[in-house]
Each structure stands twice: as structure tokens, then as C-alpha cells.
């Protein structure tokens, strides 16, 4: 018997399975097997009876559907069972249970391979779909263990990281003795990131192998091992590896130190802050937050401020020598909070023109923009010292201001005090340029505080994410979307649009139609397909069928990804005309947008 077209049956009905019986009624791919199975069923009457059930499956609806297509899954695989070899040659032995055990979930058959998919292969738009995936909570499930475990030794370093990071600790210590199975301390990135992962899960667990590693381990997981030590006992240890010629194992074991509350660590940190020179050998000590080394930073801060300016720029060599050394130093300041800190900045700030003078010709201004990044960070009171001469500022500068302003939480405050900047862009008379430059200072400083464009069609973001741009978006003062409408910054609208607004509505559509009838399609065509579909578009369906056949017609297949992950987002009304699409389009597009259209359709909301 030839079983060519059986397997081919044997393809599809897996294919809709996994999509659903919702979408198997009127599936095209199955309908194009009836007639070659009826003409089979001219010499064989099992093809005929095959070609019958095919037709029911075809011929049904939502409710008949399931039925139809588990009749056909039966009889395609009973028949080819039939033609099959079945069981295995040798002597059978119990499994090894290890750890208290998982179950597998109630995971979709679709998300597990495409996770699975993107866990076993190489290629770009695997990192987006697992952050993607996360957020639809597949893990921890015993079928993806393996692959995610063989994910650690990927080439792409990226997934190999979201893997150690964020996936396989959800397994908890269960996982402990399969890492050890693959675990060579002798090894590459992979094993380095095994053991960061040991450690992650059974901190306990894995110091015994830790201290092992020290001993004889490849350099890579040597520095992984030095940067998981917390013990005070490892400080004489650490502080040897602080000396070591390699930088990388210099930053893991001051990395540590900094960790460590220990005060003979504290002391070390100390004594090598205050030694003369660059400092940046010891740029990951200066993070400690212990006390005494948080003071002694500080004051180093302040003397090493003097010594700028007390340095004359024509002694090239001590003049690049401190300039390095603020820059190290204030650079130690990020992310820290403390009234200590707070001090200090607010010390600094109005030196800013004499530090940047110190600084010289070709300094660009390193450290006052650096005391102003820092006190965007610090307190609301550095905030509104800055915020206070955002009239007086350069772009980057400006820049630093609104992110302050946007941080302190008062939409209304931040509109009345920058929108001034939108305004000059179009009525400026002089040094119009520069009016431009700081409109879109603005601009970039909201975009970047909602998270909404990404220009890149890679950058698809998940559900979780869509919900915090939502929320960001939301928490913008509404004055600034009919302000963008007004000056047409298609920026601002592709971040701020929202439901219900016409205005925003009709320049997102005049824009799209724009871009598609141009001769090549750009980066931010994405950007305005998401605000579209964010802000609830009355014809975002539509309109997104429309862009599907512009990529199909352009050949631009790479877009495909993205395009398929706003289809779960449309109304359920949209799916006679996403079926009507999937019957227009190759057989290979067409494969790329089922799932998304089986998922619009099962969805229960």
C-alpha cells in the first residue's frame, strides 16, 4: 500500500490538533487531500473510507468539529499503525525518580512546541518568544526540561542567560543531580552557567562544589564560582583574587566583596579606594553598600573632585589620571539613595560649570552630565533641584530633567513644565534647529518612560509587557496626545494613542496607508501597526489584514512574526476575515498565522 497521502492526512490532522478543532471546518490543506484519497479508493477501499471522514472533518462546525477530527486522527493512525514496526530490542529497567517529581501542565500543545522550537533551534525572534512565553506560565514542565537544560550550551548567549536566569529555576532543586550530569568544571559558557544555576536553586547545595571548582576549574567557571561567594570566611580568599591579571576574575571577586557584609572586606575596599590613580580595576568594589565604605566613597568623591581642579589641563597625564578618577568614582553612585549621597549631589550640582572648565576642551561635559544622571536617581529633592533649571539646559541635560520630572509621578505638573518645548518647535523664529533638537528630547523622554516604540520588529512584546505600556501610557498627562496630534509627532501619537481618540486615530491610519504604498517598508512600520492595534483602532482588523497582504505581495516575510502576534488581540468578529486570508496566502505564510488565528478563536473573552 502506498502510504504517501496517508501520511500527508497524518500531517494535517496533527497540525490541527494542535491548533484546535475550531479552525479544522473548511481547513483548505485538508480539502486538497479528498480528491487524491478518492481516486486511491478506486483500487483500495480503505483511501475511500479515509477520503469520507476527511470530508466530515472539512464539512463540520464548531460543534461537530472535535468529533469529526478525533474520528479522523483514530482511523489515519490505526491505519498506519498497521504499516509500522512497533517496540525495542533489549532488557527493560525501572527509570531513576529523582527529586520530589513534576507533573506536566496543562500547557497548549501550540505554545509547548513553540517554546520547545525555540528552546532546540538557531535563528533570530527565540529570545522574544521566550519572554513571550513566560508570561503564559508554561514552565516548569517536565517535557521542556530537557531541551531548556541543552538551551544553557546555546552559541546565542542572550537564551542561554533567560534559560539560567528565569526559566530553569522554576524547576527548583528537583533539577540539581540532571545539571550535574552535563556539568564539567573543566568547561565553557554552558558550565559556567550550570553553576550559576546550582547556586540559584540550592545555594546550600552548591557550595561544596564551588570551593572544587576554585581549585581546578576552567577559567569561565572559575569566575562564576568567586562571584557566588558570601561567606566572610572567603574574604582573604577573595581579596587574593582581587590581585589576580585577569580582569575578569578581578571584577568577580570585588563584585563579591561588595556583597559581602563583612568588615574586613569593608576595610580592603577601603585601603583600595584610596589609592592614587584611575580606580578602574576596582570599579565593582565601589558598589558596596556597607557603611563605612559608603562613607569612604564619598569623601573620596569630593577629593577627587578637588584634585580636578586643582589639576592644570596642560599636564596631560595627571589631568586624564583625575578626570578618570571622578568619572569612576561618580560613576559608584548610581542607584544609591542614601542621605549621604543625597548631600553630595546637591554639593556638586551647582559646581557643575567650573567641574566641566576642569575638565577641558575635549571632556564633553563627562562629569556634570554624570552628577546630573545621579541625581535623577537619588531623592525627590535632587529631582527638583533639577528640574527647577530645566530652562538653562542642553539636550542631554534636558533630557536628564524630564526624567526626573516623569519619576516624581505628577502627569499635570510635567505637562505644564515641558510642553513649552513642542510649542517653540513649531513657532521658534530663531535658532529654530535647536528648538527641534529639545522638542524631541521631550518626546524620546515619554517614549522611553511608557516603553511603547521599539522600531525593530523583533522587539514584539508579550502580553505582560503590552499591559505595562497600557499602564504607562495611561499615566501620561491625555493634553500631551492632542498636543503630538496638533504637531503631527507621529512619536508621541505611535506611544500615546489610546481608545476613543479620533484625532490620533485618523493620523495612524493616513500613516500606515502611507508607509504601505511606499516602495520600500521601514523600521517603523511596526510601530505604527502596534499603536493601532493598542488603542483600538475601529478598523484595526482591517487595516492589519491590509498590512499582511502588503508584506505577502512585498516578500517581506520577516515581518510575518510580528504581524501573526497582534491577531489575538483583534475582535472575534475579525475571523471570517482572517480565514478568508489564510485561504489567499502560500501555503508557508499561511502556516504562520494559523496558530495565532486558532488562538483569537478559542480565546474565551
Same mark, same amino acid.
Not at 37 to 45: H, I, R, T
Not at 154 to 183: A, M, N, T
Not at 246 to 261: C, G, P, Q, T, Y
Not at 544 to 558: F, H, P, Q
Given at each position: 500500500?502506498?502510504?504517501?497521502?496517508?501520511?500527508?492526512?497524518?500531517?494535517?490532522v496533527?497540525?490541527?490538533?494542535?491548533?484546535?478543532?475550531?479552525?479544522?471546518?473548511?481547513?483548505?490543506?485538508?480539502?486538497?487531500?479528498?480528491?487524491?484519497?478518492?481516486?486511491?479508493?478506486?483500487?483500495?477501499?480503505?483511501?475511500?473510507?479515509?477520503?469520507?471522514?476527511?470530508?466530515?472533518?472539512?464539512?463540520?462546525?464548531?460543534?461537530?468539529?472535535?468529533?469529526?477530527?478525533?474520528?479522523?486522527s483514530?482511523?489515519?493512525?490505526?491505519?498506519?499503525?498497521?504499516?509500522?514496526?512497533?517496540?525495542?530490542?533489549?532488557?527493560?529497567?525501572?527509570v531513576?525518580?529523582?527529586?520530589?517529581?513534576?507533573?506536566?501542565?496543562?500547557?497548549?500543545?501550540?505554545?509547548?512546541k513553540?517554546?520547545?522550537?525555540?528552546?532546540?533551534?538557531?535563528?533570530?525572534?527565540?529570545?522574544?518568544?521566550?519572554?513571550?512565553?513566560?508570561?503564559?506560565?508554561p514552565?516548569?514542565?517536565?517535557?521542556?526540561?530537557g531541551?531548556?537544560?541543552?538551551?544553557?550550551?546555546?552559541?546565542?548567549?542572550e537564551?542561554?542567560?533567560?534559560?539560567?536566569?528565569s526559566?530553569?529555576?522554576?524547576?527548583?532543586?528537583?533539577?540539581?543531580?540532571?545539571?550535574?550530569?552535563?556539568?564539567?568544571?573543566?568547561?565553557?559558557?554552558?558550565?559556567?552557567r550550570?553553576?550559576?544555576?546550582?547556586?540559584?536553586?540550592?545555594?546550600?547545595?552548591?557550595?561544596?562544589?564551588?570551593?572544587?571548582?576554585?581549585?581546578?576549574?576552567?577559567?569561565?567557571?572559575?569566575?562564576?564560582?568567586?562571584?557566588?561567594?558570601?561567606?566572610?570566611?572567603?574574604?582573604?580568599?577573595?581579596?587574593?583574587?582581587? $590581585? *589576580?591579571?585577569?580582569?575578569? &576574575? #578581578?571584577? !568577580?571577586?570585588?563584585?563579591? @566583596?561588595?556583597?559581602?557584609? =563583612?568588615?574586613?572586606? /569593608?576595610?580592603?575596599?577601603?585601603?583600595?579606594?584610596?589609592?592614587?590613580?584611575?580606580?578602574?580595576?576596582?570599579?565593582?568594589?565601589?558598589k558596596?553598600?556597607?557603611?563605612?565604605?559608603? $562613607? *569612604?566613597?564619598?569623601?573620596? &568623591? #569630593?577629593? !577627587?573632585?578637588?584634585?580636578? @581642579?586643582?589639576?592644570?589641563? =596642560?599636564?596631560?597625564? /595627571?589631568?586624564?589620571?583625575?578626570?578618570?578618577?571622578?568619572v569612576?568614582?561618580?560613576?559608584?553612585?548610581?542607584?544609591r539613595?542614601?542621605?549621604?549621597?543625597?548631600?553630595?549631589?546637591?554639593?556638586l550640582?551647582p559646581?557643575?560649570?567650573?567641574?566641566?572648565?576642569?575638565?577641558?576642551?575635549?571632556?564633553?561635559?563627562?562629569?556634570?552630565?554624570?552628577?546630573?544622571?545621579?541625581?535623577?536617581?537619588?531623592?525627590?529633592?535632587?529631582r527638583?533641584?533639577?528640574?527647577?533649571?530645566h530652562e538653562?539646559?542642553?539636550?542631554?541635560?534636558?533630557?536628564?530633567?524630564?526624567?526626573?520630572?516623569?519619576?516624581?509621578?505628577?502627569?499635570?505638573?510635567?505637562?505644564?513644565?515641558?510642553?513649552?518645548?513642542l510649542?517653540?518647535?513649531?513657532t521658534?523664529?530663531?535658532?529654530?534647529?535647536?528648538?527641534q533638537?529639545?522638542?524631541?528630547?521631550?518626546?524620546?523622554?515619554?517614549?522611553?518612560?511608557?516603553?511603547?516604540?521599539?522600531?525593530?520588529?523583533?522587539?514584539i512584546?508579550?502580553?505582560?509587557?503590552?499591559?505595562?505600556?497600557?499602564?504607562?501610557?495611561?499615566?501620561?498627562?491625555?493634553?500631551?496626545?492632542?498636543?503630538?496630534?496638533?504637531?503631527?509627532?507621529?512619536?508621541?501619537?505611535?506611544?500615546?494613542?489610546?481608545?476613543?481618540?479620533?484625532?490620533a486615530?485618523?493620523?495612524?491610519?493616513?500613516?500606515?496607508?502611507?508607509r504601505l504604498k511606499?516602495?520600500?517598508?521601514?523600521?517603523?512600520?511596526?510601530?505604527?501597526?502596534?499603536?493601532?492595534?493598542?488603542?483600538?483602532?475601529?478598523?484595526?482588523?482591517?487595516?492589519?489584514?491590509?498590512?499582511?497582504?502588503?508584506?505577502?505581495?512585498r516578500?517581506?516575510?520577516?515581518?510575518t512574526?510580528?504581524?501573526?502576534?497582534?491577531?489575538?488581540?483583534?475582535d472575534?468578529?475579525?475571523?471570517?476575515?482572517?480565514?478568508?486570508?489564510?485561504?489567499e496566502?502560500?501555503?508557508?505564510?499561511?502556516?504562520?498565522?494559523v496558530?495565532?488565528?486558532?488562538?483569537l478563536?478559542?480565546?474565551?473573552?
Amino acid at each position: 500500500m502506498s502510504i504517501a497521502v496517508l501520511a500527508q492526512v497524518y500531517d494535517e490532522v496533527r497540525r490541527l490538533s494542535i491548533a484546535g478543532s475550531s479552525v479544522a471546518p473548511g481547513d483548505f490543506r485538508l480539502k486538497k487531500l479528498i480528491a487524491p484519497l478518492e481516486k486511491s479508493g478506486e483500487k483500495a477501499p480503505v483511501f475511500k473510507k479515509v477520503a469520507e471522514t476527511v470530508s466530515k472533518v472539512v464539512e463540520s462546525n464548531e460543534a461537530t468539529s472535535a468529533e469529526a477530527l478525533l474520528d479522523l486522527s483514530t482511523l489515519i493512525n490505526a491505519i498506519l499503525y498497521t504499516q509500522g514496526e512497533v517496540g525495542a530490542e533489549g532488557d527493560l529497567e525501572p527509570v531513576e525518580k529523582i527529586g520530589a517529581g513534576l507533573l506536566p501542565k496543562r500547557t497548549p500543545a501550540s505554545l509547548m512546541k513553540s517554546v520547545a522550537t525555540a528552546l532546540t533551534t538557531t535563528g533570530s525572534g527565540r529570545l522574544e518568544l521566550l519572554q513571550e512565553s513566560l508570561a503564559q506560565d508554561p514552565f516548569p514542565d517536565p517535557r521542556l526540561l530537557g531541551p531548556a537544560i541543552d538551551a544553557l550550551d546555546g552559541s546565542y548567549y542572550e537564551v542561554g542567560d533567560l534559560v539560567e536566569q528565569s526559566i530553569l529555576p522554576q524547576y527548583g532543586k528537583s533539577i540539581v543531580p540532571i545539571v550535574l550530569e552535563k556539568f564539567d568544571p573543566k568547561g565553557g559558557a554552558g558550565d559556567a552557567r550550570r553553576l550559576s544555576l546550582l547556586h540559584r536553586v540550592d545555594p546550600e547545595g552548591a557550595e561544596s562544589i564551588i570551593h572544587k571548582v576554585l581549585e581546578d576549574g576552567s577559567s569561565e567557571v572559575k569566575i562564576v564560582a568567586i562571584s557566588k561567594l558570601r561567606d566572610p570566611k572567603s574574604v582573604s580568599f577573595l581579596i587574593e583574587q582581587s $590581585k *589576580a591579571k585577569a580582569a575578569k &576574575v #578581578r571584577d !568577580a571577586a570585588f563584585s563579591a @566583596l561588595a556583597e559581602i557584609n =563583612s568588615e574586613d572586606a /569593608a576595610k580592603y575596599l577601603i585601603e583600595r579606594m584610596q589609592e592614587k590613580g584611575h580606580l578602574r580595576t576596582v570599579r565593582e568594589g565601589l558598589k558596596s553598600r556597607h557603611p563605612k565604605a559608603v $562613607k *569612604a566613597l564619598l569623601d573620596e &568623591v #569630593r577629593k !577627587a573632585w578637588q584634585t580636578l @581642579l586643582d589639576t592644570k589641563e =596642560s599636564d596631560k597625564k /595627571a589631568h586624564e589620571a583625575a578626570h578618570t578618577r571622578l568619572v569612576t568614582l561618580l560613576a559608584a553612585l548610581e542607584d544609591r539613595t542614601d542621605k549621604g549621597t543625597e548631600t553630595l549631589l546637591l554639593e556638586l550640582f551647582p559646581q557643575r560649570a567650573a567641574i566641566t572648565k576642569a575638565e577641558g576642551k575635549n571632556s564633553a561635559k563627562t562629569c556634570s552630565d554624570c552628577i546630573m544622571a545621579r541625581m535623577a536617581q537619588c531623592s525627590d529633592k535632587t529631582r527638583d533641584r533639577l528640574i527647577a533649571e530645566h530652562e538653562s539646559y542642553e539636550d542631554y541635560e534636558l533630557s536628564m530633567a524630564a526624567q526626573a520630572a516623569l519619576r516624581q509621578g505628577t502627569p499635570a505638573k510635567f505637562y505644564e513644565t515641558f510642553h513649552v518645548y513642542l510649542e517653540n518647535a513649531k513657532t521658534a523664529k530663531t535658532k529654530k534647529r535647536i528648538a527641534q533638537s529639545k522638542a524631541e528630547t521631550i518626546t524620546q523622554a515619554i517614549c522611553h518612560e511608557v516603553g511603547a516604540v521599539y522600531h525593530y520588529w523583533y522587539h514584539i512584546i508579550n502580553k505582560e509587557r503590552e499591559q505595562e505600556v497600557i499602564k504607562q501610557r495611561d499615566k501620561i498627562d491625555p493634553r500631551w496626545l492632542d498636543l503630538a496630534v496638533k504637531h503631527e509627532n507621529m512619536d508621541l501619537i505611535y506611544a500615546l494613542a489610546r481608545p476613543g481618540h479620533s484625532s490620533a486615530h485618523k493620523k495612524l491610519e493616513a500613516e500606515l496607508k502611507k508607509r504601505l504604498k511606499a516602495k520600500k517598508v521601514d523600521y517603523q512600520l511596526m510601530d505604527v501597526v502596534s499603536a493601532i492595534v493598542r488603542s483600538k483602532h475601529p478598523d484595526t482588523a482591517d487595516l492589519l489584514i491590509e498590512t499582511i497582504r502588503s508584506a505577502s505581495k512585498r516578500g517581506t516575510s520577516y515581518y510575518t512574526y510580528a504581524l501573526a502576534h497582534f491577531i489575538p488581540a483583534l475582535d472575534k468578529s475579525a475571523l471570517p476575515k482572517l480565514e478568508a486570508l489564510l485561504s489567499e496566502l502560500p501555503d508557508g505564510e499561511a502556516d504562520r498565522y494559523v496558530m495565532a488565528v486558532a488562538e483569537l478563536k478559542n480565546r474565551r473573552n
